[in-house]
């Protein structure tokens, strides 16, 4: 079993060797794996490994809800509220010129740094961050006929069963150029960086693991009918149940949409399983380190609400799970609410490289070595300029740009059903929860189109 290997201790090799880095990104997945109990059906055996390999963060927040603002503050270190990078159609690189990445910071200092499948938001990729970068390839499409079934499409949500190999899928082509590298014996230390696609929607992948999931015996999320009742005009503009939920319950797709979604994942960890055996047969094993993260949550039905974009819970929460010979115990768990802003320094610091004053989040060691270490910071999120969550082990507190805000419990409520902002009991709470809040809030950066405008009226000056 991987989570009985041993490991030799980082602090025992040698003073100038610097331990590797196998970065593993997982995109939209959100707290529905097996070792975090989002939902009671899900089979996730690799990432359940993994994490009984290291220690997995319970609590742990994505800066942003969306793929682009999120993956920029994990790769940059800078929360959205200094960069100006909110939303997925804002082009970060052009704003941030000077910014040294996390990948740019290990070139720097020896590293060998390779990157495939989907890290930074795929439509912003940065050459400059990678010596070498395997662009993510195309996956099969489900046949003509499946995708004008009903049971295959509710709105924008999008699914469907695949008659193909795992061998044609574009993941599994990303995994297996990941697997050549570690294959490989090498002179200098490797930051190895596999981002994996699924769950990201359309959500077609293999039959056999949407077999997994028999439609008629799938748990469906619990959604109260009066959860939107007691919160703020701005949630309800966020949670739209106008849309994707009323289609959902109209179409009678709600079950199959779950099913999809379940069986993106079993195919995602399928793949990160591949990567884990690999590592293991590598010559690389006793000597690298393993981070995996989703890049934000999901919703499926919650507060009425399909997919990200919304500063509760199930659109926040993540899987990060961490490996450091040397450092982390076996199958250990930390309850403290992180950020993965907190990445960048914890990597710097794992693998003793210059720290850089400029980030925005801590580093995680001292978590990683006793998760019982006393830890103040909330985990910020930002969803917009002006629009921010709060999560500590106890409390999420929503403030929208309008200044309405939502509270809750989560000793009482882990459902966020109870929106408390308005009781008077709860104000010395969240006054002191307010005090975390960004002062300063960047400027959107322009997005694309008001980029392209900008250049065409410098031209015709």
Same mark, same amino acid.
């Given at each position: 079993?991987?989570?009985?290997?041993?490991?030799?201790?980082?602090?025992?090799?040698?003073?100038?060797?610097?331990? =590797?880095?196998?970065?593993?990104?997982?995109?939209? *997945?959100?707290?529905?794996?097996?070792?975090?109990?989002?939902?009671?059906?899900? $089979?996730?055996?690799?990432?359940?490994?993994?994490?009984?390999?290291?220690?997995?963060?319970?609590?742990?927040?994505?800066?942003?809800?969306?793929?682009?603002?999120?993956?920029?503050?994990?790769?940059?270190?800078?929360?959205?509220?200094?960069?100006?990078?909110?939303?997925?159609?804002?082009? #970060?690189?052009?704003?941030?010129?000077?910014?040294?990445?996390?990948?740019? +910071?290990?070139?720097?200092?020896?590293?060998?740094?390779?990157?495939?499948?989907?890290?930074?938001?795929?439509?912003?990729?940065?050459?400059?961050?990678?010596? +070498?970068?395997?662009?993510?390839?195309?996956?099969?499409?489900?046949?003509?006929?499946?995708?004008?079934?009903?049971?295959?499409?509710?709105?924008?949500?999008?699914?469907?069963?695949?008659?193909?190999?795992?061998?044609?899928?574009?993941?599994?082509?990303?995994?297996?150029?990941?697997?050549?590298?570690?294959? $490989?014996?090498?002179?200098? !230390?490797?930051?190895?960086?596999?981002?994996?696609?699924?769950?990201?929607?359309?959500?077609?992948?293999?039959?056999?693991?949407?077999?997994?999931?028999?439609?008629?015996?799938?748990?469906?999320?619990?959604?109260?009918?009066?959860?939107?009742?007691?919160?703020?005009?701005?949630?309800?503009?966020?949670?739209?149940?106008?849309?994707? +939920?009323?289609?959902?319950?109209?179409?009678?797709? #709600?079950?199959?949409?779950?099913?999809?979604?379940?069986?993106?994942?079993?195919?995602?960890?399928?793949?990160?399983?591949?990567?884990?055996?690999?590592?293991? $047969?590598?010559?690389?094993?006793?000597?690298?380190?393993?981070?995996?993260?989703?890049?934000?949550?999901?919703?499926?039905?919650?507060?009425?609400?399909?997919?990200?974009?919304?500063?509760?819970?199930?659109?926040?929460?993540?899987?990060?799970?961490?490996?450091?010979?040397?450092?982390?115990?076996?199958?250990?768990?930390?309850?403290?609410?992180?950020?993965?802003?907190?990445?960048? !320094?914890?990597?710097?610091?794992?693998?003793?490289?210059?720290?850089?004053?400029?980030?925005?989040?801590?580093?995680?060691?001292?978590?990683?070595?006793?998760?019982?270490?006393?830890?103040?910071?909330?985990?910020?999120?930002?969803?917009?300029?002006?629009?921010?969550?709060?999560?500590?082990?106890?409390?999420?507190?929503?403030?929208?740009?309008?200044?309405?805000?939502?509270?809750?419990?989560?000793?009482?409520?882990?459902?966020?059903?109870?929106?408390?902002?308005?009781?008077?009991?709860?104000?010395?709470?969240?006054?002191? *929860?307010? $005090?975390?809040?960004?002062?300063? =809030?960047?400027?959107?950066?322009? =997005?694309?189109?008001?980029?392209?405008?900008?250049?065409?009226?410098?031209?015709?000056?």
């Amino acid at each position: 079993m991987l989570c009985c290997l041993t490991y030799a201790p980082l602090a025992a090799r040698a003073a100038d060797t610097k331990p =590797n880095v196998l970065f593993i990104a997982v995109d939209d *997945l959100n707290d529905w794996i097996g070792v975090l109990g989002g939902h009671p059906q899900v $089979k996730t055996p690799h990432l359940d490994r993994l994490a009984r390999r290291g220690m997995i963060f319970r609590r742990a927040y994505c800066a942003a809800p969306a793929c682009n603002p999120s993956r920029t503050a994990l790769m940059t270190g800078l929360r959205p509220s200094r960069t100006g990078v909110y939303h997925n159609s804002q082009p #970060w690189r052009p704003a941030l010129p000077d910014v040294v990445t996390l990948s740019q +910071h290990y070139m720097a200092n020896g590293y060998q740094v390779m990157g495939g499948g989907k890290i930074f938001h795929g439509a912003f990729n940065d050459p400059d961050s990678w010596h +070498h970068y395997e662009k993510a390839p195309g996956s099969p499409r489900p046949a003509p006929q499946v995708l004008q079934d009903p049971t295959s499409r509710s709105g924008g949500i999008i699914w469907g069963v695949l008659d193909a190999p795992d061998e044609e899928m574009g993941d599994y082509k990303t995994v297996s150029w990941a697997v050549s590298e570690l294959e $490989k014996e090498r002179d200098q !230390p490797f930051f190895l960086a596999c981002g994996i696609y699924r769950p990201h929607m359309p959500w077609q992948v293999p039959r056999k693991y949407y077999d997994m999931y028999p439609p008629d015996k799938v748990v469906l999320p619990e959604v109260p009918k009066e959860d939107l009742e007691d919160i703020p005009q701005a949630g309800r503009r966020v949670a739209r149940p106008e849309g994707d +939920h009323a289609k959902m319950i109209e179409t009678g797709n #709600w079950r199959f949409a779950v099913q999809a979604y379940m069986a993106s994942i079993s195919f995602a960890d399928a793949q990160v399983g591949r990567l884990l055996d690999a590592l293991d $047969k590598s010559p690389h094993r006793d000597s690298t380190l393993i981070v995996l993260w989703g890049d934000h949550g999901w919703h499926l039905g919650e507060k009425e609400h399909w997919r990200k974009f919304a500063l509760w819970e199930e659109a926040t929460r993540t899987p990060l799970i961490v490996v450091a010979p040397g450092v982390t115990q076996p199958g250990r768990a930390c309850e403290t609410p992180v950020s993965l802003l907190d990445i960048y !320094p914890t990597l710097l610091d794992l693998c003793s490289l210059p720290s850089r004053k400029e980030l925005d989040g801590v580093s995680l060691r001292p978590l990683l070595v006793n998760p019982e270490t006393a830890w103040e910071r909330p985990a910020l999120i930002t969803h917009g300029r002006h629009s921010h969550a709060l999560r500590t082990q106890r409390w999420r507190f929503i403030q929208y740009a309008d200044g309405s805000r939502e509270l809750y419990d989560h000793d009482a409520d882990p459902m966020e059903w109870k929106n408390l902002a308005g009781d008077p009991r709860f104000a010395e709470e969240i006054q002191a *929860l307010a $005090k975390w809040l960004p002062t300063d =809030n960047a400027p959107d950066v322009p =997005n694309q189109q008001e980029r392209r405008r900008a250049r065409r009226e410098a031209e015709e000056e």
